[in-house]
Each structure stands twice: as C-alpha cells, then as structure tokens.
Nanobody, 123 residues
Framework: QVQLVESGGGLVQAGDSLRLSCAAS????????MGWFRQAPGKEREFVAG????????AYASSVEGRFTISRHNAKNTVYLQMNSLKPEDTALYYCAADARYYGTDTNEYDYWGQGTQVTVSS
C-alpha cells in the first residue's frame, strides 16, 4: 500500500517556474514506477511525465518536453516535477501516481493516486 501527497502548486504568471513534490508513505517506494498527470476543467486526465523505479528512465508528454523535468529521491520517498516556462494551458489539477509494475501513460494502469495540487498559470 502506498499513500501519496502532492504539494507545491499555486498561482503563477506565464513564464514562471514551480516545483511540485509528491511524498509517498511506505518502505517500498523505491520499487514503484511513478507518474505525474494533470486534469483541466472539462478535460480528461492526461499523462505529463513518468519515471521508472530506478530513476533510469523518464518519459514526457510532447506538450511539456523540454520545459518539465521529473526526478525522484528514493531515500526521501519523494518524486518531483520541476516545471519551467509555464503557460496558461498548463493550468490544471496535478496528480502523482504509483504502480509497482506498470510504467507508461495509461491512467487506468496506476494503482495509487494522490489527491492533487492545483497549478494556475495566468497570462
């Protein structure tokens, strides 16, 4: 069982940066693949970034590649999403997710989810 708590969201202006954190409970965090997803009002939840349990592989949605960076610190049971050059279209509720086996973009495959942290980017 893994519990996830996101933090770091807020209201920023276009071009600003934010770093989201996702703190996980449980002693086996280092064995979980992690993902960041987001959901804007009226839209489907979408994949943003993912990182394998070892940190050796990462993946990004094309809309954020080059601007966002996912990383993890297994000793701190935390995964991060550094978001630079934010745009108004990045406005959404951001979730982190964990799964012991799956690594990919499908929201239906992740077993554990946090409650989300709101990111709002003004123009």
């Amino acid at each position: 069982q893994v519990q996830l708590v996101e933090s770091g969201g807020g209201l920023v202006q276009a071009g600003d940066s934010l770093r989201l954190s996702c703190a996980a409970s449980g002693r086996t965090f280092s064995r979980y693949n992690m993902g960041w997803f987001r959901q804007a009002p009226g839209k489907e939840r979408e994949f943003v970034a993912g990182i394998r349990w070892s940190g050796g592989s990462t993946a990004y949605a094309s809309s954020v590649e080059g601007r966002f960076t996912i990383s993890r610190h297994n000793a701190k049971n935390t995964v991060y999403l550094q978001m630079n050059s934010l745009k108004p279209e990045d406005t959404a509720l951001y979730y982190c997710a964990a799964d012991a086996r799956y690594y990919g973009t499908d929201t239906n495959e992740y077993d554990y989810w946090g409650q989300g942290t709101q990111v709002t980017v003004s123009s």
